[in-house]
């Protein structure tokens, strides 16, 4: 092989390599990445409307009654997706929640031991707001949608019967149980509540209607006063008749 090819050989090599290195520099430019400031992503989690229509409000059925057929079995399975976060058993550690052994009216953000976040010790008010049934089952519901800006990341439970069985497994995890609402409670206050509106509406009406009639009576029976003022006017105007005799007496003079 003689010098000319060699140099032909080594010259494409060359180009070769000069052609690959230009077109990795000019895609490096036109698909250049950065990377992100915080890897990974946020997961967005939709949330139900803490507040809801006037109409979810009429159909919402009370944790009361929901917890007079709520099965604590079956709350003790639903207890298994909040187990990777706390515990329940007494004297149980605190994980990334805290210890939920005597959960039922225990003082919000107070349990020993734990850091809660600054919306909770607001909500908590000092101990004053307790977990009461009612507590519970609106932060089980949607944590993020009952206390604003909760630690607490989990999505909820929407289904009633979930929330109910779960409550009554907590409720029983505690040396003594607090004692279960009762369902009757709310339910004469709703009733005796629509009468109270409609009774005043009944009894303004029917005197506003009478009241003018009762006035016009009296009005038509004043005519008589005043034609009796003019029947003593007539013998008023015959006063003068007495001056006859004092006429008669000049001509005695």
């Given at each position: 092989m003689g010098s000319f090819e060699v140099n032909k050989v080594l010259g494409a090599l060359l180009g070769a390599v000069f052609i690959i290195f230009s077109v990795a520099i000019v895609s490096n430019s036109l698909f250049a990445t950065h990377a992100p400031e915080t890897p990974g992503f946020?997961?967005?989690?939709?949330?139900?409307?803490?507040?809801?229509?006037?109409?979810?409000?009429?159909?919402?059925?009370?944790?009361?009654?929901?917890?007079?057929?709520?099965?604590?079995?079956?709350?003790?399975?639903?207890?298994?997706?909040?187990?990777?976060?706390?515990?329940?058993?007494?004297?149980?550690?605190?994980?990334?929640?805290?210890?939920?052994?005597?959960?039922?009216d225990r003082p919000v953000g107070m349990h020993e031991g734990f850091s809660y976040s600054s919306a909770m010790k607001e909500f908590s008010k000092g101990g004053e707001e307790k977990w009461t049934f009612d507590n519970l089952d609106h932060f089980l519901t949607s944590p993020r949608g009952f206390i604003k800006g909760t630690a607490m990341g989990f999505a909820g439970l929407k289904r009633d019967s979930e929330r109910a069985n779960l409550i009554a497994y907590m409720r029983e995890q505690a040396d003594s149980p607090v004692p279960l609402p009762s369902p009757e409670a709310a339910a004469p206050a709703e009733e005796e509540a629509a009468p109270a509106e409609e009774a005043p509406?009944?009894?303004?009406?029917?005197?506003?209607?009478?009241?003018?009639?009762?006035?016009?009576?009296?009005?038509?029976?004043?005519?008589?006063?005043?034609?009796?003022?003019?029947?003593?006017?007539?013998?008023?105007?015959?006063?003068?008749a007495p001056e006859q005799p004092i006429e008669q007496e000049q001509p005695a003079e």
């Open positions: 946020a997961i967005e989690v939709a949330e139900a409307d803490a507040g809801g229509s006037a109409a979810d409000a009429a159909e919402e059925v009370s944790i009361a009654e929901l917890l007079a057929s709520a099965d604590a079995g079956a709350g003790e399975a639903v207890f298994k997706k909040c187990v990777a976060c706390h515990s329940i058993e007494k004297g149980g550690p605190n994980k990334v929640g805290p210890d939920l052994w005597d959960i039922v509406a009944t009894e303004e009406a029917a005197p506003a209607e009478e009241a003018p009639e009762a006035e016009t009576a009296p009005a038509e029976e004043a005519a008589p006063v005043e034609e009796a003022p003019a029947e003593e006017a007539a013998p008023a105007e015959e006063a003068p």
